[in-house]
């Protein structure tokens, strides 16, 4: 199982950006998430969508950023608004539960490589 995660850059406080983490298999039944790590700092969990779409948020994030999905494309996404400059950090996705691939199904916790979001003022 891979993911590949896209849609970091450089933005500047107060922009938006939107990553997107596409998995090799279907999703449908898996919980997702994404976690950032912040230079010098440990991993924390960003946001989380179940697989019936039950949604939870870092309290730094709540009411900027938005987590959702799209089974039919096998992807999660996290639209991130009024970024500041604290959200500065390499954003990681996971799956935790079933992936369907072509091979049948795995189960287990998968990351992603990591996207760079850069926030300047």
């Known amino acids: 199982v891979q993911l590949q995660a896209s849609g970091g850059g450089l933005v500047q406080t107060g922009e938006s950006l939107r990553l997107s983490c596409a998995a090799s298999g279907s999703i449908f039944s898996a919980n997702m998430g994404w976690y950032r790590r912040a230079p010098g700092k440990q991993r924390e969990l960003v946001a989380h969508i179940t697989s019936t779409g039950t949604t939870n948020y870092a309290d730094s994030v709540k009411g900027r950023f938005t987590i959702s999905r799209d089974n039919a494309k096998n992807t999660v996404y996290l639209q991130m608004n009024s970024l500041k400059l604290e959200d500065t950090a390499v954003y990681y996705c996971?799956?935790?539960?079933?992936?369907?691939?072509?091979?049948?199904?795995?189960?287990?916790?998968?990351w992603g490589q990591g996207t760079l979001v850069t926030v300047s003022s």
């Open positions: 996971n799956v935790v539960g079933a992936v369907v691939t072509a091979a049948g199904p795995s189960v287990g916790d998968y």
